[in-house]
C-alpha cells in the first residue's frame, strides 16, 4: 500500500471508531516506515574500518556491523595506456586512456574501503585486447593489489580476445584474493561460466558469525543468441535458474536451522550482466536515477525474475551493459538496478561522468547489545569528478519491524 491509498483509507466516511483508530495506527506506522526511506542521505565520509581477510573463505560482516559492496560495471579495458577513451567532451581526450579506468577503481576503493568488489562484465573489451590475459590482469590489479576480496562475472565482449569465455572464467579464478568461482561443484550440468554464490556471514564473535545472514548469487547472463530464430542478446538459461532454485531453498533451510533458528530467508543480492526484460518496467515516476537509453536485455524471457520472485530472498539486482541508464526501480518487491557505466574505454554521454554503485547492507542491534540480522540495506552511487561525488542514495530494503529504528537514523543524519 502507498501513502495516497493510506490517506484514501482515512477518508473513508464509513469507517467505525475503532477502526478508524486502528487506520489511524496503520496511516501513522506506514508514515514512520516509509518517511525515512524518501529522507535518506548518503555520509560521503562514511567508511567501515574493518576489511574482511584476504584468505580464501567465507565473507564476514565487519565489527561495525556493515557489509559494503563496491560494484564496477563494463570497464571495457583493453590494453591500457595505448587505448584511448571514447566519448568524452572535445578537452579530455589527449589525457585519458584505460589507466584513467585503473585510477577511478583506485579512488573508489580508498573513499569506499569495501568488504568485497564486484565487476559485473565486460571487464575487458575483447575487440581491443591484444592479449586476454594481459588485459583482465591489467583490469583486475586495482582490486587485487587493495586485498579487499573481489568477485567478477562475464559480459558479452569479454571472450572477444584471445580467450573463450571458458578460458576467460578459468584465468579469472585463478587471479589473486579472488572470491569468483567457475560454476557449481554439485550441477551435474549448468550454461555458461562463473554461475556461483557467496555466503555472508554475521559479525565475527557474536550468534551470527557462523551463518550466512547475507546472500550473494552470481550468474553469466550469457553473450549472444545461438538460436537462428532469436536474435539478439543471451538469456539465463534453465539450468542456471534451477542452480539458483536449490541454491536459495538450500540457504533458507540453513538459515532457519539451529542455532539462532530464523524465519524465512536471509536477504539476496543478485549481480550479472545483461539487464532483464522487466528493467523496462519503470520511467521515471517510478525509478532513482536515469535512463537514457534503451534496455539492452535479451529478445525473450526466459523467466529468471518469475524465478526470483518466487524463491522469496532477492531484494535486488545489479547489472551493467547499458552504460548510460543507472536507475535502480522496484518491481514485485525486488529492486532492479544498473550501475552505469565505469570504464573510460566503453561508450558513454560526452560530459556525463563514469560512475559506480555502492551497497551497504547494516546489521540490526539485539536485545543484548550484539550484532543480528540485516536491518537494511542501502545504496547510492559515486561520480568519477574531483570529489567523488555520491548521488542518489535510496532504501533498498529494510527490515519491517526496524522502521523506528530506521526512523532514529535518518533523523541523526537529516534534522
Ligand atoms: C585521465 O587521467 C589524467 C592523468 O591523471 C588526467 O589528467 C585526466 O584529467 C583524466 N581524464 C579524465 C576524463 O578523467
Ligand atoms: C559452523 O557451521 C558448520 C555447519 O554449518 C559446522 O560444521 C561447524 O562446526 C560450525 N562451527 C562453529 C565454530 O560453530
Ligand atoms: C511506473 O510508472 C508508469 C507510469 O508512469 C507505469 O506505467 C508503470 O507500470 C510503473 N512501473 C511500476 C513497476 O510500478
Request: hydrophobic share 40%; with cysteine.
Amino acid at each position: 500500500m502507498n501513502k495516497e491509498e493510506s490517506h484514501k483509507m482515512m477518508k473513508k466516511p464509513f469507517l467505525s471508531v475503532s477502526s478508524s483508530v486502528v487506520a489511524l495506527v496503520l496511516v501513522l506506522y506506514l508514515y514512520l516506515c516509509f518517511v525515512p526511506i524518501c529522507v535518506f542521505a548518503v555520509s560521503a565520509d562514511s567508511y567501515s574500518s574493518s576489511s574482511s581477510s584476504t584468505a580464501k573463505q567465507h565473507l564476514q560482516f565487519g565489527e561495525n556491523g556493515e557489509f559494503k559492496i563496491l560494484q564496477v560495471a563494463d570497464m571495457h579495458y583493453a590494453d591500457g595506456k595505448t587505448t584511448p577513451c571514447v566519448d568524452l567532451l572535445p578537452t579530455q581526450f589527449a589525457s585519458c586512456s584505460d589507466l584513467n579506468t585503473t585510477a577511478f577503481v583506485h579512488r573508489m576503493i580508498l573513499a569506499e574501503k569495501p568488504h568485497l568488489i564486484v565487476f559485473t562484465g565486460d571487464n575487458i573489451f575483447g575487440f581491443d585486447a591484444t592479449d586476454a590475459v594481459t588485459s583482465l590482469n591489467a583490469a583486475f590489479a586495482p582490486a587485487v593489489s587493495s586485498n579487499i576480496p573481489w568477485a567478477a562475472v562475464l559480459g558479452n565482449h569479454d571472450q572477444e580476445s584471445t580467450l573463450s569465455r571458458e578460458g576467460v572464467m578459468k584465468h579469472i579464478v585463478g587471479i589473486k584474493n579472488t572470491f569468483s568461482q567457475f560454476n557449481p561443484d554439485n550441477a551435474h550440468f549448468i550454461d555458461g561460466f562463473g554461475n556461483y554464490n557467496l555466503e555472508v556471514r554475521g559479525v565475527e564473535g557474536s550468534s551470527f558469525h557462523n551463518k550466512s545472514i547475507l546472500n550473494l548469487y552470481f550468474l553469466d547472463s550469457g553473450d549472444y543468441s545461438t538460436v537462428p530464430s532469436i536474435p539478439g542478446y543471451g538469456w539465463i538459461k534453465p539450468s542456471q535458474q534451477l542452480w539458483f532454485q536449490r541454491t536459495s531453498a538450500k540457504l533458507r533451510r540453513a538459515y532457519m536451522s539451529k542455532p539462532d533458528t530464523e524465519k524465512g530467508s536471509a536477504p539476496g543480492l543478485v549481480y550479472f550482466h545483461i539487464p532483464l526484460p522487466e528493467f523496462a518496467s519503470f520511467d521515471s515516476s517510478n525509478f532513482t536515477g536515469v535512463k537514457q537509453e534503451g534496455i539492452s536485455s535479451a529478445s525473450v524471457n526466459s523467466g529468471f525474475f518469475t524465478t526470483m520472485v518466487e524463491a522469496g530472498d532477492v531484494k535486488a539486482v545489479f547489472t551493467g551493459h547499458d552504460h548510460v541508464n543507472d536507475f535502480c526501480g522496484e518491481l514485485t518487491g525486488i529492486k532492479l538496478c544498473y550501475a552505469g557505466g565505469f570504464g573510460y574505454h566503453a561508450y558513454g554521454k560526452a560530459g556525463w561522468a563514469r560512475r559506480a554503485r555502492v551497497v551497504v547492507a547494516t546489521l540490526e542491534k539485539t536485545e543484548k547489545g550484539g550484532w543480528g540480522t540485516v536491518k537494511s540495506i542501502k545504496t547510492w552511487k559515486r561520480l568519477d569528478d574531483q570529489r567523488l561525488t555520491a548521488i542518489d542514495g535510496q532504501v533498498l530494503w529494510s527490515k519491517s519491524s526496524s522502521c523506528k529504528l530506521l526512523l532514529y537514523e535518518s533523523n541523526l543524519v537529516t534534522f
